[in-house]
């Protein structure tokens, strides 16, 4: 299981998420929703170890996990950040295969079995990732994540900017592995349609906090609230 207790903390002198609690399940996929600005981001990045943490605690399997994001990694924490972020003068393959490597996976192994699961970086394999389209990136960014072969994968807005077709092999992708894999996911999106073909439940942000935890059907029907709290 993966958890969050009172999450608080923000850049500087300025706190941006406070007392926030969450937890996933394993082989679980639960969406965290909001409006921009609400604190999606600065989560995900006191979940890894980027954001200096006020107060509060973060879980793996279990286990409290160590402040180092390179050890939080090492325990089974992936994370694909807003705006993708790959090594633009690496290959395809490199990106991968150093993300696997540096958790001790075998690196052909890993590029062979992500090749499969997107098909469409294998005619970029050996093409920088700087020059790669935004959706391409993107795909890399989260067969990067997936190298470390994670027991929890958190993804930051995952769908922004990427062409429709893209998001859904991602939709696909990230279903199967969750299947068969058993990774958990959280994701931070405002694309709801994207989160609810994927996720069972969400939790809902505003103003740095949870506002409410729901499931996906209740969501979907209540449109005052996806109005009020995600402006869709």
Known sequence: MFKVSGATGGYGKTTIIRDVSLEVQPAEIVALLGRNGVGKSTLMRFATGLVKAQAGTVEIAGVAAP??????????????????????????????????????????????????????????????????SGGQQQVL????????RPKILLLDEPTEGVQPSIIDEMAGVLKRVNQEREIAILVAEQNLDFCLSIAERAYVMEKGAIRMETDRDSLLADKVLQQELLGV
């Open 141 to 148: 960014a989260l067969a990067r994540a997936l190298a470390i």
């Open 67 to 132: 402040p180092a994001p390179s050890k939080r990694a090492k325990m089974g924490l992936g994370y694909v950040p807003q705006g993708r972020f790959v090594f633009p003068r690496m290959t395809v393959i490199e990106n991968i295969s150093v993300a696997a490597a540096s958790n001790g996976f075998d690196a052909k192994q890993v590029v062979a079995e992500l090749f499969e699961d997107f098909p469409l970086l294998v005619p970029k394999a050996h093409d920088l990732a700087g020059g790669l």
